[in-house]
Nanobody, 125 residues
Framework: RVQLVESGGGAVQSGGSLRLSCTAS????????LTWFRQRPGQEREGVAG???????IYSDSARGRFTISRDNVKTTLNLEMNSLTPDDTATYYC???????????????????WGQGTQVTVSS
């Protein structure tokens, strides 16, 4: 069964850190681009951080310098280390996957065909 399952969300105070994980199954993980998306209350989904099959990464302006994306092809796991969190980071976070046809990471959601169910991150001031 093709599946992505996120974990690690929760509540944290402003300035704190969280580590999200996404465990994959049912597809050839190492050949896929993987991206973390988030949807903040009342806003559209946005790409936060992506990594391609070669380990090249891309970050949104809001994530760059604070978030770090990584992958473990042996454990078929995608991670997102989030530091210096602010209330603006409050959102449901999703991991997504697409086969790496393009050779570079992406933050564009329309291209991804495998999605997790999401994990909630709440940052209080």
């Amino acid at each position: 069964r093709v599946q992505l399952v996120e974990s690690g969300g929760g509540a944290v105070q402003s300035g704190g850190s969280l580590r999200l994980s996404c465990t994959a199954s049912g597809f050839y993980f190492s050949r896929y681009c993987l991206t973390w998306f988030r949807q903040r209350p009342g806003q559209e989904r946005e790409g936060v951080a992506g990594i391609d099959s070669q380990g090249h990464t891309i970050y949104s302006d809001s994530a760059r310098g604070r978030f770090t994306i990584s992958r473990d092809n042996v454990k078929t796991t995608l991670n997102l280390e989030m530091n210096s969190l602010t209330p603006d980071d409050t959102a449901t976070y999703y991991c997504a996957a697409m086969e790496d046809y393009r050779g570079h990471p992406s933050l564009s959601g329309g291209q991804f065909d495998i999605w997790g169910q999401g994990t909630q991150v709440t940052v209080s001031s």
